[in-house]
Structures are given as C-alpha cells and as structure tokens.
C-alpha cells in the first residue's frame, strides 16, 4: 500500500507542477485558480517526516539548499548571456540581481533569477515550521489549529509586510502543507481501505468544493475563507481522480514530473524564456495558443533534461548526499 500511495500522489504532485508551467505562459482565465499552490504543499506535506534534529538539518541541506543554490546560479548564468546575445555586452546586466535572494519579498514579488524557485524556500519554511508545530504541541488536533491561526494572520498582516525567504507566502499555505502531514496519510489510508468508508472522504470534498462555490456567489461571505475550504475540497477529489487514473500510460508524465519537481522548477523558467523569444520574433505577440504550445515544448525539453541530471548531477539536484556534516566534524577533530 505504501508504493500505491507514492505512486499517486507523485501523480497529484505532477499536475500542480505542470500547471506551474502552464501558468508561467500566456493561458487561458481558469488556469489563474490557484489551485497549483495548495495541491503543490499538501502533497509534498504527506511526504514530509518528523526525523532527529541532525539528521533533519542535514537532509534538508542536501535536499532544498544543494539544488537551490545550483539552479539559482544556473538561471543567473542564463541571464547573463541572455542579456549579452540582446544587447552584444553587459554594460545595463544588474550583476547585482544575484543577492536579491536575501532581499525581502511580500505578496507575489518573486526572485529576479529564477522567479519559480519562491517554491523551494516556502517549502523550507513550511517544513521548519510544521517541525516546530510537531514538537511544541504533539497532539494533531491542537497543530491543526494553531496553523489556521498562523495561516490566517499570514493572509491578514504578514502578506502585505516584506519577509525573508518568502515566509509570507510560505504562511498563506501553511495550513496545506500542515493538513497534508497530520491527516494526509491517513485520508489515503481510509481511501485504500476497500469497504464503504472508503469513499467517505470523496463525499466530503465534493461537499466542501461545491459548497465553497455555492457560497462564494454571495457577496456578504468571506470570500478568503471559502476559497480555502473550495481548494482543499478539490485536492480530496484529485485524489481521487489520480487514484483512478495512475494506472494508465496518459498519466504517467504527471508521475515523472511530481518525482522530479524541483527540476521543473529549476529549469523550465529558461526553456519558456526561450520559447517566448523566438515566438515574439516569429510572430510579434503571444497568444494562447502560443501559450499552449510552450507548455508542450517546455515539458518535452524537460523530460531528457530531467533524466540527464539524474544521470550525471544527482547530488547537485537534491538525490543524493553532497554534503555529509559527520563527516565534516571528523576531519576537524
């Protein structure tokens, strides 16, 4: 059961990751629902494991910090030459652009150099504080709550303040990743079971999704609020649905890309940057059609890309152990 569960969620992974994609071009008015956000930090919250201190601190080097540092410097270098084959020198290239990384953000304001990677460090914070969540109050119950608490002070207050390494953003979705630690495992566990209750929590997200939409028609009622309980409705029924679907071949690009996320969001913003440059020049605008198409070639780019650094970089990625801090200690004693 514990390979079925990777496997799909892997699945639900990847459609938030390829809808990242989509979204980074020019697309259609329903591809705005944020719902890639939430979906993004719920899945990766199922994967996330309370592990010693060390060992924690250690894991996450290698798995967030390692492949943030090479893809940041990765797109910088790819500004760069961009910015030379535009103009034939580097007289206006900002060479300061690469420390905006420990500039503060609010809101939306993203990254300079490589813009997607804001995922990478919310998920960072996320992590950290779901830890400290997990280790202050222990019951799930009461880290639930205190995470609508702190989620609902990042929508009101902190969103519109500057913070550091996008802990604004990373708040607005804490509850996601939250819910998909403390309960996500144990929803996928109920859905597996194989008798009636196994569709009980498809009923209830049917329930919250179409009851948030019902809502939200009425201008009186928190639109903030119903946004939330409408996205988490729709995550439980993608479950769902990508529980159903994983098995066939159509699906399997969904389960590539949800394995090798933090690729996607490493490289896909130069391949769509390309593909934007040679449609302006081929065709003076962007449509959605154009839009479409760049989601394609971005995604068939990828795939050799993403099977290339597995091959050769895998530590440099987040797949293996570049940097071993025991290790370090012993050459110092």
Known sequence: MATKRIDYIDYLKGLSITWVVWYHTVHPWFVDFSFRIPLFFFASGIFFKIVPIKTYIQKKTNQ??????????????????????????????????????????KQNYS?????????????????????LLVKIFRKRWLITIVAIILTYLGVEYVWDMYTPLMFGRALKYLIYYVLGHEYGKQTIG?????????????????VLFGGAWGLEKIPSLNDTLLTYIETL???????????????FRFAYPFWFFGRNSYIVLGVSEIY??????????????ISIFIGIVQTLCTLLLLWPTINILNKRIPKLIGKGTLINYSDFRQRLS
């Open 111 to 131: 990254f300079t150099v490589n813009p997607p990677l804001w995922f990478i460090c919310a998920l960072f914070c996320q992590q950290v504080m779901t830890y």
């Open 64 to 105: 967030l910090l390692v492949p943030f540092v090479f893809f940041y410097l990765l797109y910088y270098i790819f500004l760069i030459i961009q910015n030379y084959l535009a103009h034939h020198n580097l007289n206006d290239f900002d060479f300061g652009c690469i420390w905006e990384v420990f500039e503060l953000h």
């Open 190 to 206: 109920i859905i597996e079971n194989g008798n009636k209750s196994s569709y009980y929590p498809l009923y209830i997200g049917i």
């Open 272 to 285: 769509q940057t390309i593909f934007m440059i040679i449609a302006l020049h081929a065709f003076g605008h």
């Open 233 to 247: 409705g729709l995550i439980i029924i993608l479950i769902y649905v990508f529980k159903w679907i994983h098995r």
